[in-house]
T-cell receptor
Framework: QKEVEQNSGPLSVPEGAIASLNCTYS??????FFWYRQYSGKSPELIMS????GDKEDGRFTAQLNKASQYVSLLIRDSQPSDSATYLC?????????????FGQGTILTVHP | KAGVTQTPRYLIKTRGQQVTLSCSPI?????VSWYQQTPGQGLQFLFE???????NKGNFPGRFSGRQFSNSRSEMNVSTLELGDSALYLC????????????FGPGTRLTVL
């Protein structure tokens, strides 16, 4: 079992719709969870971080964390063509894993007009 | 505040050569993590430096090494290059505490011929 798994995609949604991206992780003591966006040919850009169970909203983005189910998700409301990118889920697995984030394989999102 | 900078942005080397990549973190950040990104393996953690000390290391051969200077700038070195070392090498900067977010530089694209 992979340490961090994301829904395989690719995911295609129409403009204005809600895009839902999902991620599960295997290490129960994971502490920190991040969503990065990566445009083709560019480096990952941090868009959300979440540390506690529940929802965290930032503009059109909502991150949801459920540590009991080892599940983290990202919702993008009112999706725009500019949201088309690869979304990477990253997990910091335990307190002694200094500087190490474990990434999922990414989900490619396409928002079509 | 200036972001993370990496030099050079592109490199072409031949098998057997060695290469040194440089990373300057965000001002005030003391932690630098290095990652390798390839289409097949995704983003994989190489190592992390904090205050000139390597705190964590991923599962890469000893040909991959790094160091950090007193001004927090970091370098990574790959010796005896192999074709499989062709990848995007990314460094990420953070404050270095347990829950801190990591911010990526633009990356160095290494091609080994």
């Amino acid at each position: 079992q992979k340490e961090v798994e994301q829904n395989s995609g690719p995911l295609s949604v129409p403009e204005g719709a809600i895009a839902s991206l999902n991620c599960t992780y295997s290490d129960r003591v994971s502490q920190s969870f991040f969503w990065y966006r990566q445009y083709s040919g560019k480096s990952p850009e941090l868009i959300m971080s979440i540390y506690s169970n529940g929802d965290k909203e930032d503009g059109r983005f909502t991150a949801q964390l459920n540590k009991a189910s080892q599940y983290v998700s990202l919702l993008i409301r009112d999706s725009q063509p500019s949201d088309s990118a690869t979304y990477l889920c990253a997990v910091k697995e335990k307190s002694t894993s200094y500087g190490k984030l474990t990434f999922g394989q990414g989900t490619i999102l396409t928002v079509h007009p | 505040k200036a972001g993370v900078t990496q030099t050079p942005r592109y490199l072409i080397k031949t098998r057997g050569q060695q290469v040194t990549l440089s990373c300057s973190p965000i001002s005030g950040h003391r932690s630098v993590s290095w990652y390798q990104q390839t289409p097949g393996q995704g983003l994989q953690f190489l190592f992390e430096y904090f205050s000139e000390t390597q705190r964590n290391k991923g599962n890469f051969p000893g040909r991959f090494s790094g160091r950090q200077f007193s001004n927090s700038r970091s370098e990574m070195n790959v010796s005896t290059l192999e074709l499989g070392d062709s990848a995007l090498y990314l460094c990420a900067s953070s404050l270095g505490q347990t829950l801190n977010e990591q911010f990526f530089g633009p990356g160095t694209r290494l091609t080994v011929l």
